[in-house]
């Protein structure tokens, strides 16, 4: 027995070294398991199909909801940078409209600047997108601009009359938003 098991043995520890083969283990080391995959990664053909394309497909139905779950003003820098990789291949409305959720959130006056920004970003790829235009109205009425937020806000309810947050927007225009 060498000297550092000796050692780790006679303390009655566990030996962290991962390179040697227990005689009952049933699993590869780490070394031998990341040997075996480069070597089988060696054999195929380099410049595969990736199915991100079908990935992308499949995730489509879910990908609204797994963005705003991250959305989360405690993370800004982690969920920022999230949403910049998966907008590698450009920016797309529900993208911007999650990063314009993260900084309307955070709330500071230049965020707020920000996130309208990344919401008109969003409304310039589909102007259809309820849902930005209801976090531009937000954003603007934080920001000082009451009349430009109530438009957006508006126009969302036009989009989206029976939203379940449509009182509560209704309630933010004592003129009357949309009725």
């Given at each position: 027995?060498?000297?550092?098991?000796?050692?780790?043995?006679?303390?009655?520890q566990?030996?962290?070294?991962?390179?040697?083969?227990?005689?009952?283990?049933?699993?590869?080391?780490?070394?031998?398991?990341?040997?075996?995959?480069?070597?089988?990664?060696?054999?195929?053909?380099?410049?595969?199909?990736?199915?991100?394309?079908?990935?992308?497909?499949?995730?489509?139905?879910?990908?609204?909801a797994?963005?705003?779950?991250?959305?989360?003003?405690?993370?800004?820098?982690?969920?920022?940078?999230?949403?910049?990789?998966?907008?590698?291949?450009?920016?797309?409305?529900?993208?911007?409209?999650?990063?314009?959720?993260?900084?309307?959130?955070?709330?500071?006056?230049?965020?707020?600047?920000?996130?309208?920004?990344?919401?008109?970003?969003?409304?310039?790829?589909?102007?259809?997108?309820?849902?930005?235009?209801?976090?531009?109205?937000?954003?603007?009425?934080?920001?000082?601009?009451?009349?430009?937020?109530?438009?957006?806000?508006?126009?969302?309810?036009?989009?989206?009359?029976?939203?379940?947050?449509?009182?509560?927007?209704?309630?933010?225009?004592?003129?009357?938003?949309?009725?």
């Open positions: 027995m060498s000297s550092c098991r000796a050692f780790v043995a006679g303390r009655k566990r030996s962290h070294r991962y390179d040697g083969v227990h005689l009952l283990a049933t699993h590869p080391t780490d070394l031998q398991g990341m040997t075996a995959l480069r070597a089988a990664a060696a054999t195929l053909p380099s410049g595969g199909a990736t199915e991100a394309a079908a990935f992308a497909a499949a995730l489509r139905l879910w990908r609204a797994f963005l705003a779950d991250q959305v989360k003003p405690d993370d800004i820098g982690g969920t920022d940078y999230l949403l910049s990789q998966l907008a590698q291949d450009g920016w797309s409305e529900d993208l911007l409209f999650a990063r314009a959720e993260l900084y309307r959130q955070r709330g500071n006056p230049r965020d707020l600047v920000a996130a309208a920004d990344f919401y008109r970003q969003a409304l310039a790829l589909d102007q259809r997108y309820a849902e930005c235009h209801r976090g531009l109205g937000m954003a603007l009425l934080r920001g000082a601009e009451a009349e430009a937020g109530r438009a957006e806000l508006r126009r969302y309810l036009e989009l989206a009359p029976a939203a379940s947050d449509a009182a509560m927007v209704r309630a933010l225009d004592p003129r009357g938003v949309a009725r």
